[in-house]
């Protein structure tokens, strides 16, 4: 009976942890103000100029998409470069017809062939496109982007210059289409939040740091402060690693949600969402510790409740409840409780991120699906696979430019 006491006060510090996430999205939903088209009037009085870039490797569905949205901007002074990354598709082709056709002057369109000596590629890509940038504060862009506004560089400047921002990463809604997306790409989304909390990366008190590639936007002194893409050659998430760099620095640093200004179609079948997510959790979290207090997290937040239920449940049922005895009639009540508290949260989650709550019961089998793919980040880290982004392989700092099996 002891041990069965035990176990249940285990499924009610459980259950406790959930209630106090309630707070959490409480506080959250009065702090974390998203940015909107309606933010502010239009673009700030005697507008810097800027220089966006966009590295793009066989984004031949993405492409056109992602630069006619931008070119689209209403921001008065800023420059379009993309940088077509040894691209295999008709990449290169559809930029040099958007180039051919675009009335603003604002595109560049710069190939890249090759890799330098010990450089990741979309690293690489950046630093080529920005020798030919311009501008005093620069937007860093990814190719599989859709502004659905026309006002996302100016609700952007105006905010990082109202607040004084060295450093500004406007996080992505996610498209999600596909059952796969839609399961687990939110439990991904939450578990970056255990070790990046927006309002501890937004203090800058607080060591916490964390940007999203998809929209960067930082001044060049803050850029040339970080080391550039120099200091970030060999990383895979050079994003993550630029925000630190940054904070560190003592630059300032702040991130928040859109709302209605841009959406990002991450993956969209199941095996790119393992791979993607995969290589996230290696370059992200980086060492065995973060990856296995993750992986811990997961399954006692998680997994831990569903199996008391169930095995509960069988017990009681195959038994029957007299036999089976109370103890595990007080697992199976603690289990249930646990898991009514993991599921409120998560509908509440899933509003703040622009989910459907209709899906929050099917968040324990991205939770499983995401376990696993903690486990794959480990054998990454371990050197035993290697990390496959676009056609390249990488393992650790050794560069293979050439197309991998399943890439």
């Known amino acids: 009976m002891l041990w069965m006491l035990i176990w249940a006060a285990a499924l009610l510090m459980v259950a406790l942890v959930w209630l106090t996430r309630h707070v959490a999205i409480s506080r959250a939903r009065v702090e974390q103000i ?42 008065p002074h800023f420059e379009l470069i993309v940088i077509n990354d040894r691209s295999t598709d008709r990449t290169a082709g559809i930029l040099e017809r958007l180039k051919a056709s675009d009335t603003t002057g604002r595109l560049q369109v710069v190939h890249v062939t090759g890799l330098r000596e010990g450089w990741f590629g979309k690293n690489n890509a950046m630093r080529e496109g920005l020798a030919r940038a311009r501008g005093e504060w620069l937007c860093f862009g990814d190719a599989d982007c859709e502004h659905t506004s026309p006002r996302t560089l100016s609700m952007a400047m105006s905010l990082v210059l109202e607040r004084g921002i060295d450093f500004f ?3 992505p809604r996610l498209a999600t289409e596909s059952l796969w997306e839609r399961i687990i790409q939110p439990v991904c989304g939450g578990l970056m939040i255990l070790w990046f909390n927006p309002q501890k990366v937004n203090d800058p008190r607080h060591p916490a740091a964390y940007a999203n590639g998809a929209f960067m936007l930082m001044s060049r002194a803050c850029y040339e402060a970080i ?40 993956y969209s079948s199941l095996g790119q969402i393992w791979r993607g997510w995969s290589r996230i959790f290696y370059g992200c979290f980086g060492t065995f510790r973060r990856l296995r207090i993750s992986m811990l997290v997961m399954i006692v937040m998680n997994l831990f409740p569903y199996g008391s239920l169930l095995a509960a449940a069988g017990v009681m049922a195959w038994r029957g409840p007299a036999a089976a005895g109370p103890g595990w009639g007080w697992v199976g009540a603690a289990a249930a ?46 050197g035993r696979t290697a990390v496959t982004w676009r056609g390249t392989v990488y393992r650790g700092e050794q560069v293979a430019d050439r197309p991998a099996a399943g890439a």
Not at 39 to 65: C, H, M, Q, R, W
Not at 357 to 371: N, R, S
Request: proline letters at 6%; one cysteine or more; a positive charge.
């Open 227 to 266: 080391g550039g893409h120099e200091a970030v050659r060999t990383q895979v998430n050079e994003d993550m690693h630029m925000a630190r760099i940054a904070k560190e620095r003592g630059l300032r640093l702040f991130v928040c949600q859109n709302e209605d200004l841009y959406t990002v179609r991450m």
């Open 169 to 171: 990463s406007l996080l």
């Open 337 to 382: 409780l646990a898991v009514l508290m993991q599921q409120t949260v998560i509908v509440r989650y899933y509003r703040l991120s622009y989910t459907s709550p209709w899906l929050a019961p099917t968040f324990i089998v991205g939770a499983v699906i995401c376990v696993g793919m903690l486990a794959n980040a480990m054998l990454k880290l371990k």
């Open 34 to 75: 998203p940015l909107t088209s309606r933010s502010y009037p239009g673009p700030p009085p005697d507008a810097p100029f800027v220089s966006v870039l966009i590295a793009a490797k066989d984004e031949e569905a993405n492409i056109e998409t992602a630069v006619r949205s931008m070119l689209r901007q209403d921001y």
